[in-house]
């Protein structure tokens, strides 16, 4: 009930595609979504975060899209570059945040 | 830079051993939360404390304790370690009260027990 589970475990896109990243998830009580970036080296860093209210919140280049009733929400990276390759976390929040656990992307040059 | 300072950031030791980790939060955040991460167990909530009083626990065991001083630094104890423990120890501080909003996290502690 508590996991968020994360899918692909690891992705390869070529530069100037598109990455998507998958999180499902099944307690209803959860009402805050984050996307943490993560170098190598380094801690997460907040890159964009979603309520249940809104089904699409967009910064730049980087989307989340949410599905209420499927329980699911992604992240879209659009014009993807080298210098997005990085591991990224979706997470949840009941009373604290339960991750996933992580997907690894490689953007080819 | 996120401004929260880590430290030590590698640490040796061996098993049986206690060792303390060490976290600055970023100017004026009040809240601080400790994040264990392991290959297989991935990012795992230990504790949170917020101007110096608990807030909230994950899964801490109880050979692992923290405190936030006065100050707002905050450590994190580790005692009658096991080969298990090895993992990567991140500090996370929030200008927010709690639930994980906006989380400024370290360059972590990588913990190796041997």
């Known amino acids: 009930q508590q996991q968020v589970k994360q899918s692909p475990q690891s992705l390869i896109v070529q530069k100037g595609g598109i990455s998507i990243i998958n999180c499902a998830y099944e307690n209803t009580a959860f009402d805050y979504f984050p996307w943490y970036q993560q170098f190598p080296g380094k801690g997460p860093a907040l890159l964009i975060a979603i309520r249940p209210d809104v089904s699409e919140k967009k910064e730049g280049r980087f989307t989340i899209s949410f599905n209420k009733s499927a329980k699911q929400f992604s992240l879209h990276i659009m014009d993807s570059q080298p210098g997005d390759s990085a591991t990224y976390f979706c997470a949840a929040r009941d009373y604290q945040l339960i991750w996933g656990a992580g997907t690894k992307l490689i953007i080819k040059p | 830079d996120s401004g929260v300072t880590q430290t030590p950031k590698h640490l040796i030791t061996a098993t049986g051993q206690r060792v303390t980790l060490r976290c600055s939060p970023r100017?004026?955040?009040?809240?601080v939360y400790w994040y264990q991460q392991s290959l297989d167990q991935g990012l795992q909530f230990l504790i949170q404390y917020y101007n110096g009083e608990e807030r909230a626990k994950g899964n801490i065991l109880e050979r692992f304790s923290a405190q936030q001083f006065p100050d707002l630094h905050s450590e994190l104890n580790l005692s009658s370690l096991e080969l298990g423990d090895s993992a990567l120890y991140f500090c996370a501080s929030s200008p927010r009260t709690g639930g994980g909003e906006k989380l400024f996290f370290g360059s972590g502690t990588q913990l190796s027990v041997l």
């Open positions: 100017s004026g955040d009040l809240s």
